[in-house]
T-cell receptor, first 107, second 112 residues
Framework: KNEVEQSPQNLTAQEGEFITINCSYSVGISALHWLQQHPGGGIVSLFMLSSGKKKHGRLIATINIQEKHSSLHITASHPRDSAVYICAVSLTDKLIFGTGTRLQVFP | DTGVSQNPRHKITKRGQNVTFRCDPISEHNRLYWYRQTLGQGPEFLTYFQNEAQLEKSRLLSDRFSAERPKGSFSTLEIQRTEQGDSAMYLC??????????FGSGTRLTVV
């Protein structure tokens, strides 16, 4: 069993839909990260969370430490949101990554 | 500062050849990480440096792999006697004491 599990693996949506990506982890962590990866490989950090909820534009990330679960929400999705979204957890000195959720938003 | 820079962006090499990749981190960041990502998978940890000291190496990093960070600035990752299984995206990231990470665009290695 992977230490970081994401669901779903693949997600398609129509423009404007509300999207949720889930992440569960099985280890003690210092923080959880949501990252975005576009074709070509570059990774952009979206959020770093250790508790509660953060919002940036149309993106919202939440974490429940007791349940070891986090969600990434995208409101009013747009085709430019199409990317792979990766959940990663910080252990003492490194990140452990989930396998990612491939999101495609169609106009 | 333009972020984390990795060179080259792409490398195609013949099996058995040696390759070297370079990562230039954000100058204020004292930690530098190398990760490897294969198709459809999340990145896997390879090694990390705090300043010039290499503090941890993954079991994924066989004897053919070596990483250096002279003077605590840029880092190089060398793969000797490349194998087809080494084909992957090699990602570099830097951080200040593990707080927040900035990733490079990666070096895509293809071993033919």
């Amino acid at each position: 069993k992977n230490e970081v599990e994401q669901s779903p693996q693949n997600l398609t949506a129509q423009e404007g839909e509300f999207i949720t990506i889930n992440c569960s982890y099985s280890v003690g962590i210092s923080a959880l990260h949501w990252l975005q990866q576009h074709p070509g490989g570059g990774i952009v950090s979206l959020f770093m969370l250790s508790s509660g909820k953060k919002k940036h534009g149309r993106l919202i990330a939440t974490i429940n430490i007791q349940e070891k679960h986090s969600s990434l929400h995208i409101t009013a999705s747009h085709p430019r949101d199409s990317a792979v979204y990766i959940c990663a957890v910080s252990l003492t000195d490194k990140l452990i990554f989930g396998t990612g959720t491939r999101l495609q938003v169609f106009p | 500062d333009t972020g984390v820079s990795q060179n080259p962006r792409h490398k195609i090499t013949k099996r058995g050849q040696n390759v070297t990749f370079r990562c230039d981190p954000i100058s204020e960041h004292n930690r530098l990480y190398w990760y490897r990502q294969t198709l459809g998978q999340g990145p896997e940890f390879l090694t990390y440096f705090q300043n010039e000291a290499q503090l941890e190496k993954s079991r994924l990093l066989s004897d053919r792999f070596s990483a250096e960070r002279p003077k605590g600035s840029f880092s190089t990752l060398e793969i000797q006697r490349t194998e087809q299984g080494d084909s992957a995206m090699y990602l570099c990231a830097s951080s200040l004491q593990g707080y927040g990470y900035t990733f490079g665009s990666g070096t895509r290695l293809t071993v033919v």
